[in-house]
């Protein structure tokens, strides 16, 4: 049987870009006691607490199945750095918002995270992180039309 020779294609290098970055944020959020995927649910909340955020709206945002995000949500009320309260507008629904807690280190990520981008993007000029964001734009259409 012929072997095929491993190639490098796009797929595993966002796949591999994408690891590194969760690895090396979870590391720096460690001291939190939270990880990279908590602290991006907690600025999104943060972001849009007076629009009132759900469950929902989490789904929607991060493209994720409801059970991960119930997970997530549990993991952060669990460690008290947010809450759910019933809508005053509709008693079906639970908003979410930042405790106190989550208040005081949310500010935290902002410059995680800038940074991060900022890494990402080390040594390229402007009008190549302008490409490189249309063509990752493209990239990300033409997989929605797959699904």
Sequence with gaps: MK???FEVNFQYLIRTINHKIKLSGDKRLEAHGITLEQARTMGFIDAH?????THKDLESRFNRKGSSISSIIHNLEKKDFIKRTIDPKDERRKLLSLSEKGKKI??????????????LVEGFSEEEKKQLFHFLERM???????L
Excluded: L
């Design 49 to 53: 607490e007076e629009q009132g955020i």
């Design 140 to 146: 990300n259409v033409n997989v929605d039309k797959q």
């Design 106 to 119: 949310v500010g935290d990520f902002e410059a995680f995270f800038a940074n991060a981008e900022n890494m």
């Design 3 to 5: 072997e095929r020779e």
